[in-house]
């Protein structure tokens, strides 16, 4: 028997219960149980329950007009959690890959925003590719040495500073000229909260910050907190799955075309969606403080 409620196949139970597993299914269907998801969450301290509710405190009434949320992602160019549906008789096809580690891949830093239709302003501020442009020290079958190419990299707190410094905050200012003020969250991640980095940005924006300009500042969510961060609450989950659509349909495997496919789906990621992710996330925040900064509460969800 499985020691984790509710986790049991239909044949463990039918042998339990002394019944054949059809039956078992037949009993479920008719009597309405559910096939959830499972899903883990961040464990949570003391600490990060007192942070999350003062967070959560602190922008209970946020209606996040004039809010940015980033944060990076890797995306993949195959699934490796596919289900195929294979006919009777037939062998399924396989694939066959050194490691999980090999399937290629980018990372992506992706900075959204609440759309306003005032200001013809969809929601999307930008996508960068994480990485730098480096020479290629051997020839292979792919280029020459010497060959400028773009490799991908994890991000750092050094490589955070630069992208928020020439790209995230310039976006920001170009695409919401229209604000007096722009908060920009992140998480906490070693890379996005060193103090280094921070005081690079700090000191960028203590230059940068003029009149006539959306003044920029920093927010940073509590730790173990991606439920408060638009993009893993909500946009990351459906883009992998959009860039995953496209990749399949393609059939094109290499990092170019990855990168060209990520950044077309941002790009056309729907306001609407945008806009009830940002409402889901005010919703979070109700039920975060209900929880007394807990985590353990049913996911609300927009109407359309």
Known sequence: SRTEAWEFTFREMGEVLGVAPATVLRYLRR???????????PALEPKHLEARKAWCEENRRNTFEAWIDIDEKWFYTVSTGTKLKVPPGTRPPRKSIKHKKHITKVMCLVAVARPCAQHRFGGIVGVWRVGDMEVAKRSSKNRAAGTPEFKDKTMDGDRYADMMIKKVIPAARSRMPWCDTIVIQADNAPGHASQSSNNRIKRYLGKSNKPNVPNVRLNFQPAQSPDLNVLDLAVFPSLSKRV?????????????QLWKNVHTQVFSYSSDLLTRAFDTKQKVIKQVLACEGGNDYELPHSKK
Not at 33 to 41: D, E
Not at 244 to 254: H, I, L, P, R, T
């Open 244 to 256: 995953g659509k496209v990749q399949k349909s393609a059939g094109v495997y290499d990092k170019e």
């Open 31 to 41: 009597n309405k149980w559910r096939y959830v998801a499972k899903k883990l969450r």
